[in-house]
DNA sequence: ACATTTTGTCAACTATATTTTACATTTTGT
DNA sequence: ACAAAATGTAAAATATAGTTGACAAAATGT
């Protein structure tokens, strides 16, 4: 299932995926591929998509 | 450094490393090494941690 | 309409999380 | 003191996260 809250974050910010992996240290594939989904991330890339965009994990990451 | 906020978590439920670990489906050296610290686990895994710990992210995993 | 940026996606490669087996040390219970 | 359970740790193997390069499609701006 797709990552809306972290696409909805980052355009929250006017960050492209591009930018946002640039902040992160990542392959801007790495972040689309968290955005698309089907994807299981390490928690430090998390955080550090968290810190970018002003999130916590809960708010991001976190299902019911 | 050691992540001590998932070792309270658990001794909070009186499991052990490898009663942890049967409930997420990882090995006991895996739970180990993450209460150990210097570790980077997967998302899906830290969140099979926290549902288990009735914890969220942020209670185990986020850092300032 | 055109140029530019952004996004989606793929294949092959590299780095590292996680497993398995195994053993030593520490802790806990009686 | 003893036995059993829990923890710390290590090496070799496997699974998968993340990289790199490349190209097509979609979106945005002028």
Redesign the interface.
Known sequence: MKNLKVKAARAGKDLSQDDLAKICQVSRQTINAIEKGDY?????L??AICKALDK???DL???E
Chains 1, 2 share one sequence.
């Open positions: 299981n991330p390490s928690i430090k998390c955080i916590t994990l809960d990451f976190w299902e």
